[in-house]
């Protein structure tokens, strides 16, 4: 890991940048006899420009602002840049910037500090009154002129080249972004390709033929004397998500694809929620807009993305538009743009998201807000102990899943660093039906997002209601164990409803439904349950009823023999009892209690190693035993519990409830520990954000989604 990182922030330093320029080669004549920079220069030598020639100015355009590591403080050590904190002598081959101040910098790294209109020394504050310019085009490698450039895959570099400049006024500062006027309304959304309704028509053969949902049922165990009852007789629900209608193209694909190549997914309106705030400075921020690129450059023409960025308030700095070649250069330039400072106001954030939602006009079929935060927010909370419980009170309605207005906004928060408010985002992403994921490390913001939009970008079902109701007459349902998918029951405990929502293509849900079996002299054979389905299919708009084409039954033999207890019930009971271990420690871990904390932990994995799972070697055990243990370790103490305990164990129990993957600590890699709930477009996205980070693949296992039943397993 700390190779890698040393990596990233070499390259991350040489000039970084998500646009990149015109094809240029970097070995021809023109730039073999181009001027080359001294090594160093005092204030008097350089012209506002930054030219010591003393030409005038040379105009920035909005593809030479880059990404660049920017770090502020009050002190630098003598011989280092304050920028990219790396040594700094003359003779390197790096231009050296003196200010007026007296503070110096590598000229390239200061430049990419003005781009953004900061004109304050980054050590000392003052302000300057001379700023230094630099071509768009080439900087300084080695006494000559380079092309900005980082090692990166092929396929991201083909893409943006070809992305149009000449759709944006190229005498517009980058900057300017943040100065265009916010209309009252929201309701300037770019309209959705009517060609997208026609081909979905044309498409309708082939959409017809893909899998649908399925449903498979597993009793505790296959049968029970007619002379005994069994009290909670726990049965299993197992849901599947249908695979997508197609691959998801790559970003190569993506730059030349219509909306006819995007039928085989359901296309997304999705707002990012960002905080610039000032502890978001430097690396954060510029691996941010990184990670930002990935996921810009990895939605469709018929993708929809706007952006709002919050510090001590919140403005929305990129209309709801389509990710079209020219929507896709405008959103790096808005993504760009970012700068960081003042405080954290997330609810303001998310009031400015919701309100995109609110006021758009057009509509795509799924709907979701990415909302990422390092820090606690400064201005709407004022009670930290109650920050968990009321925080919610003050969102938009429109984001909570039980609003009752008919619009549910799924929040997927981001907690970055070991300064934000878990417990506030936890409860955010908890009441919208979203998911929580913790950041630990600055370098795993980008794989995160993969993984969160390679679920966005592949829902198959929606509005997914599951019914459950009870055969026999003499039965009654006991408990229906569903995380946080809500479930009621009638008053007469026959029948029961889940809504479990959006499932992403080849999704896996497994509900715990009990019953009293009673005593039946009558029957050899017993009718428990019987489960149905109804969910709309987002390309169709057309509901979807599915049942199961047998009941759940049981026998009823005069003497039942040695009984096996099914081994999908097993695992589900103890995944739920992992969860309620987790929970339980964490209200223990809140109170300052943490060796009850550790010690429930402890007995939980115990407990698991015993069971018939762990013993046949299941894969879902071996997963929540390291997860158990992983917590303790971050229960050591009240500072590491604070700094990332809390997190670690809200990620987990997010996970845990909604049956999603989420990212947690420093890792989205294949441990099975991560695996649990990914699916295959996950994996595939991962992958893709893994390989891009250095231009060529890295050497890594090959990721693989866990799956719920292992081959072999499965009941019939």
Request: charged share 20%; aromatic share 4%; with cysteine.
């Amino acid at each position: 890991m700390g190779s890698k990182w040393r990596k990233l922030k070499v390259a991350l330093g040489l000039n970084m940048c998500v646009h990149v320029p015109r094809d240029i080669d970097d070995s021809s004549p023109s730039l073999n006899s181009a001027a080359r920079f001294i090594n160093s220069r005092s204030p008097s030598d350089a012209s506002p420009s930054g030219d010591s020639s003393g030409h005038g100015p040379t105009t920035l355009t909005p593809s030479s602002s880059g990404l660049r590591l920017t770090k502020s403080g009050s002190k630098s050590p003598k011989g280092t840049c304050a920028i990219c904190l790396t040594t700094m002598k003359a003779g390197q081959g790096h231009a050296i910037f003196t200010a007026e101040c007296s503070h110096s910098f590598h000229f390239h790294c200061i430049t990419s500090n003005v781009k953004h209109g900061n004109q304050v020394c980054p050590v000392c504050r003052a302000k300057w009154k001379e700023v230094p310019f630099e071509s768009p085009v080439c900087n300084v490698s080695h006494g000559m002129p380079r092309i900005n450039q980082m090692p990166r895959d092929n396929s991201w570099t083909t893409i943006l080249r070809r992305l149009p400049s000449q759709a944006v006024d190229s005498n517009r500062q980058v900057t300017s972004l943040y100065n265009i006027t916010e209309p009252a309304i929201f309701d300037d959304d770019e309209n959705l390709d009517q060609q997208t309704s026609i081909t979905h028509n044309e498409n309708e053969a082939d959409h017809s033929s893909l899998d649908s949902m399925e449903i498979r049922t597993y009793p505790e165990v296959s049968a029970v004397p007619k002379l005994a009852s069994h009290d909670e007789f726990a049965v299993l629900i197992h849901l599947k998500a249908p695979h997508s209608g197609g691959k998801q193209s790559s970003v190569s694909d993506n730059a030349e694809s219509s909306p006819s190549a995007q039928t085989s997914r359901a296309s997304i309106d999705l707002v990012t929620v960002l905080d610039v705030s000032g502890s978001m400075a430097g690396t954060k921020l510029a691996l941010l807009k990184r990670a930002m690129g990935f996921v810009i450059q990895n939605l469709g023409p018929s993708d929809r993305l706007s952006i709002i960025a919050f510090s001590s308030t919140a403005r929305r700095i990129f209309p709801l538009h389509r990710m079209t070649e020219t929507g896709r250069l405008q959103a790096l330039q808005a993504v760009n743009s970012l700068i960081s400072s003042g405080g954290t106001n997330i609810a303001e954030g998310l009031r400015k998201g919701a309100k995109v939602f609110i006021d758009r006009q057009w509509k795509n079929p799924v709907c979701s807000i990415i909302l990422l935060s390092d820090g606690q927010d400064t201005y709407t909370i004022s009670s930290r102990p109650n920050a968990g419980t009321t925080y919610p009170s003050l969102l938009p309605r429109s984001i909570s899943r039980n609003n009752g207005v008919g619009l549910q906004i799924p929040v997927h928060a981001f907690g970055f660093g070991a300064d934000h408010d878990a417990t506030s985002m936890h409860s955010i992403s908890e009441m919208s039906g979203g998911t929580f994921s913790f950041i630990e490390a600055e370098d795993v913001i980008q794989d995160a997002f993969a993984q969160c939009i390679g679920g966005l970008l592949s829902v198959v079902v929606q509005e997914l209601q599951v019914k459950v109701e009870c055969v026999h007459p003499a039965l009654k349902l006991g408990s229906v164990k569903a995380g946080s998918y809500r479930a009621s029951t009638m008053a007469d405990a026959r029948m029961a409803t889940i809504n479990v929502g959006d499932l992403y293509a080849e999704e896996e849900r497994d509900f715990l439904v009990t019953v009293n079996v009673p005593i039946d002299k009558s029957c050899d054979e017993m009718s428990l349950l019987i489960v149905r389905s109804l969910y709309r299919d987002p390309l169709t708009k057309e509901m979807v009823a599915l049942e199961e084409t047998s009941k759940v039954k049981i026998q009823r033999p005069e003497v039942a023999g040695e009984l096996v207890v099914s081994l999908e019930v097993d695992r589900q009971r103890n995944r739920l009892r992992a969860a309620e271990a987790m929970a339980e420690a964490r209200v223990a871990a809140e109170r300052g209690d943490l060796p009850t904390a550790v010690f429930i932990l402890e007995s939980c994995h115990k407990a698991l190693s015993e069971t018939v799972s762990a013993q046949a070697g299941d894969r879902l055990i071996v997963a929540l035993s390291a997860e158990l243990k992983e917590m303790q370790e971050r229960m050591a103490d009240q500072r590491v519990y604070e700094q990332s305990g809390r997190a670690y164990v809200l990620s987990g129990l997010s996970s845990h409830s909604s049956q999603r993957a989420t990212t947690r600590g420093d890792s989205t890699d294949s441990t099975s520990l991560v695996q649990t709930y990914q699916t295959p477009s996950m994996v595939d996205m991962v992958t893709r954000s893994q390989t891009m980070i250095f231009g060529t693949p890295q050497p890594r296992r090959v990721l693989r989604p866990a799956k719920s039943f292992p081959q072999g397993q499965r009941g019939q």
